[in-house]
């Protein structure tokens, strides 16, 4: 793996000062993500997801990092899993958003 960003180790550095912090986490992730370290950003999503069942978000970045990839099993089961949970908080935009990319997927 290529070296770590600037912009990464400060964003790990705040999240060493407040490792709860929500929006870092998520930063985190998605950085992880663009910067090509997949697994890292799904890993990131996933435990963000464990620990903050309702940051939406992340379940359609997890979904969209696998259809991506070709997983669409996986990529179904993570929209989906965000499309309940979108509902339930009435994150209707959200859901919708989701529910287009299940439907590309078929």
Do not use: N
């Not at 309702?54 to 499309?83: H, N």
Request: glycine share 10%; charged share 30%; hydrophobic share 40%.
């Amino acid at each position: 793996m290529a070296e770590k960003s600037a912009k990464r180790l400060r964003i790990e550095a705040s999240l060493a000062e407040d490792p709860g912090d929500t929006f870092l986490r998520y930063g985190l992730a998605m950085l992880c993500l663009s910067e090509g370290d997949t697994d890292e950003g799904r890993t990131r999503l996933k435990a963000l997801i464990v620990d903050v069942p309702d940051e939406v978000p992340a379940y359609q970045q997890l979904g969209q990092s696998f259809m991506t990839s070709g997983d669409d099993d996986e990529a179904k089961s993570w929209f989906q899993q965000g499309i309940a949970r979108a509902k339930a908080k009435g994150d209707w935009h959200a859901a919708g958003e989701m529910e287009g990319f299940l439907s590309q997927i078929g």
